[in-house]
C-alpha cells in the first residue's frame, strides 16, 4: 500500500496530542476524573462552544453515543436516526444495550441526510398507541453523515425544532464534527445548541487523538448525573483519565482540531476534483468535509488496489468505493492517489 | 503533599510503557484490533503464561471483570466473591450490567480471602430450590485481595477445585496481579490456570501502565467470542486499538512488570517493618505486596497527613489508614514516610 | 353497541373452558406447575402435534413470544419479522426487554406476509461486519397475520428453510393459530414443525381462553430450561398454574378450539362476501381467517359507527376499518353488521 | 396426604371469588385493562385504604415486587430488604432483571424482621463512594414476614422513617397482607402509608384469589406511569384483565379477604398452642399469622408425614417444618393435625 485511504481510524496520534500525553506524565495526580486535566474541561469546552457545558471524557464514539442517547431515553423509549447512521448499523447494539433495550426507529433520506419529511414520516411510525407502542424519546443526527455529507446549521434547527415539539430529546453523532465545522466554516455553537442540539457527541479519535471524545451537554444538566453513573457501569471511568482529557485539551487547544480538519477537507476536495473530471468514476455524494464516494467499475477498483492505493468498497456494493482522508493524509498520499486514478483514465 | 501514597492509580504510566506508545505512532494501522500489536498479544501472553491463552485487550479493571463474569454467566446466575471484593463495591454494578442482572453472592473472610469453608457456606447460601433461586454459575477470587493479602497457589487452586466440583466457572480479578507474582516469587502460570483459574483480569494500569488491562482467557475460547461481542456492546472496541495493545506488550517484555511490583513491593515492606517496631501504630493485616493497612489513632493520622503524607482511611474507619506504594514511589518517598511516622511515635 | 367486532380480545370466555376452571377448582395441588393439569400439557400437545413437544403455560402472548425469542437470540442477535409484526408494533418492546436488548428487524412483503425475497433482504441488511453488527439469530412469522390473511404450510416451509440456511432459530405467532388451522384445513403439525418452525406461540386467549397461550418447543429442548429461567424472572410462573393449564387442555380437548375458530372464521366470511358486492367498500386484504379489513370512506365508517356496530379502524388510516369475528360472535351478529352494511349502500 | 398445610399456594380459589369470575363472564368488554371492573379498582381500594390511590392489576406477587421496586430504583440503585425476603430468595432474580441489574442489598434480624439497628447498618453498608457504589433507593419489607411475623405499624413508621429520611422509597411485600391485617387487628392503612409506606404489592393469590394482586401507589402517581410500562413489557398487560380486576374486586368486597385470613389465622393459632403444650416440639418463631414454624426432630417429621400430614421442611434445616394454614383450610384439617402431633408426643 503506497497510500492509505481506508479510514481515518487508521490514523496515528498527532503530534501535539501525543506531546500532551508525554506532559501529562509527571508525578501522581488525582484518580477517577479528578485530575487537574479533566477538571478543566468544562471550562475549555465551555469557552469553545460559548456557553455553559458539562462534559464527559469517553474513549470511544460508540461509548459516547450510547451513554448519551441513554441518559434520555427509557427503556420503552425509541431514538429516531437515518438508516445509515453509525449507532443503528456499525456499534452492535451499543445503545440498546446501555439504554435497556430502547429502540433505534430509522428514517430515509439522500445522501445519509434525514429530511424534515423523513423525520416526520419515522416519527409518525414510531409513534403509536400507548404503552403498546414505544415512546419516541430522542432524535440522534450524524454529522457529518456517513456519505460524507453535511447539514447546514438550518437544516439541523428545523429537525431539532420539529424534535423538540414532539417533545424529543436532540443528540449529534459528530464522530467528524471538526470537519464539519471546518468544511462549514462556521461557529462550533451554530452547528450544535444554536440549532437547538442538546448533546454532542464531540469525535477527536478520528482527527488526531489517540481515544478521546468529549460527550457535551448543552444544558439539562441533570443528564450529566445519569451520564456519570452510565459511564462507570459501563467500565469507561478510567483510573487514569488524565492522559484521555489532556488529549481533548490539546485537541481544542489553539484550533488544532480544525487545523487537522483543514487539512483533511482538502485533500479531499483535491480528489474529488479529480474524480469530477474521470471520464468514468463519478461522485456518488457531493464530497463535502473529508470522505468521498466514488462508483465506478469493480475492475478499475481492483486494478486501483492493485495500484497500491487502499480504500473500501461499501458492503455489498464493490463499484462503490470510500475514500477517506484523514488528519496525517500528505499532499503526496494524495497525489499517489491522484496518479492512480489518472492512470486509470 | 510531599509523598504520595493514596493509590497506584494515582501513578504516572512508566517510562518504558510511554515510550511503547511513543514508538506505535508511526503511520496508519488497522483499526479495531486487527494492527499488528495487538494480533501480537495471544502469543505473547501465550509465552508468558506457558500455555495457548486467547487476550482480550481492555482499557479498564472495570470492563475486564465485567466481561469476565458475564461471559460465562446468565442473567439468573450467581458470581460468588468475597465481601470485600471491588466488583461488588467499587464497581457500582458493572458486572450487573453487562450481565444483565446477575448476581453477586459475597463470603465472609479474614484479610480479605474467601477460605474453604466460607466458600462453601456462600455457596450454599446462592443454592436453592430450582427456577426460584440464582443459579451459582462463577467464582470471582481477588489477586492481590482488596487487603493487601495473597492467596497461595495451593489456597487458589483449593477453591477452584471447590468451584469446579460445583459446576462454577473461575476467574482472578488481577489488578494488582505483577504485585502477587513480584511477591509470592512464581510462575504467573502456577497462581492461574496451573491452579484452577480460567480467566484473568491481567491488571497493568494500576502498575504502570496507562489505561491497559488484558482479560485472559486459559481455555473455554468459545468465551472469548462472547467477550468480544460484549466488548464491542460496551464502547470498549477502540478504533486505535494499537495504542493500548502496545502499552500491554511493553509491559510484559523483559520482565518490566515485575521489576516494577517488585519495586513496589520493596517500599511497601520496608513501610511494614517500621510500622511493626512502631510503638503505636500497627499492622492491620498482614503486609504482602504492596499495599500496607495500619490501624492507629485518629489524631495521629491527622498529624501525618498534615506532615504531607498522602493516603486514605478505610470508608467508615477514620483510624484505618491504607497506604500504596506504586511503581513510581521513590525511596525519597518512602524515606519521607519513615520520617513523619518516626516523628509521631 | 348493538354488535362488537372491535376485536378477539374483547370476547368472554368459552363455556367448556370456564367449566375447566371450575372443575379443578377442588382442593389443593401442588403449585408452580407441578399439578396434575400443568403435568399432562407435554402429553396433550404432543398427540395434537404428533410430535414430541415440550410446553410452557405463559398468560399472554406478549409473554410468550418475548420469551421464546429471547430463549433463542442473544442480546447482539437479531429477530427478522414483518413489519406489521404484533412483536414490533405492539408489544412496546417486550422481545428486546426479554432479550436484554436484542434487535428487531423487520421485512416488508404485502398483506402482512413476508416472502422468500423480502426476507432475504431484510437478513442482508442485518448482516454485516462481524462484531460491529447485529447478528441474524431467529424469523419469527405471524400466522394469521396481522392482515388476517395465511401462510399456506409451502410458504412457511420456504421461508424456515431459508432460516435454517442462515442459522436462524424459527418461531410462529400463533396468536390466531386456531384460526388459521381451521381455515387452511390442515394439522397443526403441517403448520409447524413439519414446514420447519421450531417454536409456536400458540394463542389460546383471543378464542376462547382467559388468558392462557402454550409456548410449544418442536425440538431444541434445551431452549425450555432458558424459558423456564425467563418465566419465572418475569413473574409468570403462577403459584396457582393449574387454572391456567386447565384452561389449556380444555382449549385443545375434543377439537373444541378448531370448533370455535370455524365458528369465527364462517362469521368472518359471510361479511367479506357482503363487502366485496357491495358497490362502494371493498376488501383491502384476502379475508382468509377470522379478520376483515375494509376500505372504505371515513363518513361511510362514522355512519356504521352511528348504527351500532363496533370496529376499530386502522391507526392513522380512518378509512381503513377492521372487523375482528371471534368466537362467541353470533349470528345474530353479524346479521346486525350486514344489514348496517347494506343500509349504506 | 390426608391434610395439607405445604403452602397456602396450593389452595383452591375462595368460591364468590370464582363466582365473580363466572360473573364476569357475559359478552365483550374492553380489553387491556379499560373494562368496567378495571376501571373500578382504584376506587374500590381508595375507598380500602381510605386515601387515593392508583391500583395496578397484576397476576403474580413476583411481578408485583419487581414493578414495584424498578419503578422507583434506577439501575445503579439499591434495594435494602431482610435476608429472608421473597424478592432475595425466591424471585430468581425478577427484581434485578425488571430494574436492569438494581442490587438488592439484605439486612439481618430475627424472625424475619429487619430492625432500626439492622437497617442502619445495611444501609450504611449500601452506602458508598459516589459513583463508584450502588446509591441506596428504596427499602422493602414482607407482611407477614418469611417467618409468620408481623411488624406492628409503629415498626414500620420507624424503618420508613429512617428510609424516608435517607431519601428512599418504601415498599410493602404484602404476599399475605390480609392475614397481617386480620391478625394486627388494624385498618390496611395503618399497615401502610399512615406509616409511611408508599407501595404496597397487595397479595390476593394465596388467600382465595386465583391469579390476582394489586400494587398500589399511595401518592407519587407519577410512579405508576412507569409501573404501567414495565407491565405491558413484562406481558402482564391481560387482553382480558376484567378476569384478573373481578377477583380483586371480590377478594375485598364485604371483608372477604379478612373473613378468609381470620379463618386460617384461627386454625393456625389452634396448632401454634398445641405444640407449645407438646414436650418436644417447639415453635422456632411467634406463630402471629398463619405460619407455624416448628422446631422438632426428623425421625418426629417423618413419622408425621408418614401419618398423612402434609407440610414442607425449611431448605437445609430437615428438624424445621413449615405449617401453612390457608383461607380452605377446614377445622377437620387442623383436627387431623392435631391428632397426629399427639399421637407423636
Not at 47 to 53: H, P, Q, R
Not at 156 to 179: E, K, P, V, Y
Not at 256 to 265: F, G, I, P, S, Y
Request: hydrophobic share 45%; proline share 4%; glycine share 8%.
Amino acid at each position: 500500500m503506497i497510500a492509505n485511504f481506508r479510514s481515518d481510524n487508521e490514523t496515528p496520534v498527532a503530534e501535539p496530542v501525543l506531546q500532551a500525553m508525554v506532559d501529562a506524565n509527571r508525578g501522581t495526580a488525582c484518580a477517577y476524573a479528578e485530575d487537574a486535566w479533566s477538571m478543566r474541561l468544562d471550562e475549555a469546552f465551555s469557552a469553545l462552544f460559548e456557553t455553559d457545558v458539562r462534559v464527559l471524557p469517553l474513549p470511544t464514539g460508540t461509548a459516547a453515543n450510547a451513554i448519551a442517547l441513554a441518559s434520555v431515553t427509557p427503556p420503552w423509549g425509541a431514538v429516531l436516526c437515518h438508516r445509515n447512521a453509525h449507532i443503528y448499523c456499525d456499534e452492535s447494539g451499543a445503545p440498546e444495550f446501555y439504554g435497556h433495550g430502547l429502540r433505534l426507529v430509522t428514517g430515509d433520506g439522500d445522501a445519509g441526510k434525514l429530511t424534515p419529511e423523513s423525520f416526520a414520516h419515522a416519527l409518525h411510525g414510531a409513534s403509536g398507541h400507548g404503552v403498546h407502542s414505544y415512546q419516541a424519546a430522542a432524535l440522534s443526527l450524524t454529522q457529518c453523515t456517513e456519505c460524507g455529507t453535511l447539514y447546514e446549521p438550518g437544516e439541523i434547527a428545523a429537525l431539532c425544532g420539529q424534535a423538540s415539539d414532539a417533545g424529543l430529546a436532540t443528540h449529534l453523532d459528530g464522530a467528524r464534527f471538526g470537519n464539519a465545522v471546518a468544511a462549514l466554516d462556521c461557529a462550533p455553537a451554530d452547528l450544535t445548541w444554536r440549532a437547538g442540539v442538546e448533546m454532542l457527541s464531540f469525535g477527536a479519535s478520528k482527527n488526531g487523538c489517540m481515544a478521546a471524545e468529549a460527550l457535551v451537554f448543552f444544558g439539562h444538566h441533570e443528564r450529566y448525573v445519569t451520564a456519570e453513573r452510565l459511564r462507570k457501569r459501563g467500565g469507561h471511568l478510567f483510573s487514569k483519565m488524565r492522559y484521555l482529557s489532556a488529549q481533548l485539551l490539546a485537541y481544542i487547544e489553539n484550533d488544532l482540531w480544525l487545523r487537522l480538519a483543514h487539512q483533511a477537507n482538502a485533500q479531499a476536495a483535491r480528489f474529488a476534483a479529480a474524480v469530477e473530471s474521470h471520464p468514468e468514476a463519478r461522485l456518488e455524494y457531493p464530497a463535502q468535509a473529508n470522505e468521498v464516494f466514488v462508483r465506478w467499475s469493480v475492475p478499475a477498483f481492483e486494478r486501483l488496489e492493485a495500484a497500491g492505493i487502499g480504500f473500501l468498497t461499501w458492503p455489498g456494493q464493490d463499484d462503490l468505493g470510500r475514500f477517506v482522508f484523514g488528519h496525517s493524509t500528505t499532499e503526496e498520499d494524495t497525489e499517489q492517489l491522484l496518479a492512480a486514478l489518472q492512470a486509470l483514465s
